[in-house]
C-alpha cells in the first residue's frame, strides 16, 4: 500500500499563489498514476484537479484550472507537487494527494485512485 502526506496549505489572498507538496511511502513501486482533488466547503464529491503519469510524462488538468495550475513530480524523491497561481476565492477547498496502481491512456479517474492523504486547507480571501 502507498502513503501520501500533503502539506504547503494555508491562507492567501486573491491573486496569491500557494504550492503543495505530497510525499509518498510504502509500495511506492506499485504507482503509475498520481493527482490532486479537492473538496469545496459544503459539497460532499471530491473534484478532479489534476494528475499526471508516474513514470512518464503526461500530466491531466481539470478544465478550471485555466493555465493557473501546474502540476509535476520529483520521482526520486517520491513527490508530488501543485503550484497554483492566481489563486481566487473559489479555489478554497481541503486538496487532496492521491496515488493510482492504474495507467489510463485518456486520464485518470477519481475511482482508480486507492491511496488517499489527509488533505491540507487551502483558503484564499477576497
Known amino acids: 500500500q502507498v502513503r501520501v502526506v500533503e502539506s504547503g496549505g494555508g491562507l492567501v489572498q486573491a491573486g496569491d499563489s500557494l504550492r503543495l507538496s505530497c510525499v509518498a511511502s510504502?509500495?511506492?513501486?506499485?504507482?503509475?498514476?498520481m493527482g490532486w482533488f479537492r473538496q469545496a466547503p459544503g459539497k460532499e464529491e471530491r473534484e478532479f484537479v489534476a494528475?499526471?503519469?508516474?513514470?512518464?510524462?503526461?500530466?491531466y488538468y481539470a478544465g478550471f484550472v485555466k493555465g493557473r495550475f501546474t502540476i509535476s513530480k520529483d520521482n526520486a524523491k517520491n513527490s508530488l507537487y501543485l503550484q497554483m497561481n492566481s489563486l481566487q476565492p473559489e479555489d478554497t477547498a481541503v486538496y487532496f494527494c492521491?496515488?493510482?496502481?492504474?495507467?489510463?491512456?485518456?486520464?485518470?479517474?477519481?475511482?482508480?485512485?486507492?491511496?488517499w492523504g489527509q488533505g491540507t486547507q487551502v483558503t484564499v480571501s477576497s
Open positions: 494528475a499526471l503519469s508516474w513514470r512518464g510524462d503526461n500530466t
Open positions: 510504502g509500495r511506492t513501486f506499485t504507482t503509475e498514476t
Open positions: 492521491a496515488a493510482s496502481t492504474l495507467r489510463r491512456p485518456g486520464g485518470p479517474r477519481k475511482t482508480d485512485f486507492g491511496s
